[in-house]
């Protein structure tokens, strides 16, 4: 669920501080609009887990393996971020549960 964004400009100082204290309080909390899931592919080896106009090569993937196929796959996990896309490399497999929560950052 994406999390609004605050305006730069707002015709009522009030409601625009209003809406940025409550951006800035769903920050503190967590609530930051860089988290999803991942499944990896069945067959092939990669994997485009996103494209998004906010990634950049300098962007790093944090991922949490949900299932225990997924945590299995680990070992074998690359990831390359381009401009607007990240690319997930993994060994092939058969398991089509491979799931992983993941959060951008940069």
């Known amino acids: ?5 605050v305006p730069t400009s707002w015709g009522k100082v009030e409601e625009w501080l209003a809406k940025s204290a409550l ?10 609009n860089n988290v999803d899931e991942v499944t990896l592919a069945v ?3 990669t994997t485009t887990v996103i494209t998004n106009r906010r990634i950049t ?3 790093m993937i944090v991922l949490t393996a949900k299932t225990a196929n ?3 796959a680990v070992a ?3 990831f390359a971020a381009t401009l607007g896309q990240i690319t997930l490399t993994h060994a092939a497999s058969a398991a ?5 929560a993941y959060a951008l950052i940069g």
């Open 70 to 72: 997924a945590a299995g």
């Open 57 to 59: 090569p300098d962007t």
């Open 1 to 5: 669920m994406p999390f609004p964004a």
């Open 43 to 45: 067959s092939p080896a």
């Open 76 to 78: 074998t996990l690359r």
């Open 23 to 32: 951006a800035v309080n769903g920050l503190l909390q967590g609530k930051s």
């Open 96 to 100: 089509a549960d491979r799931t992983f």
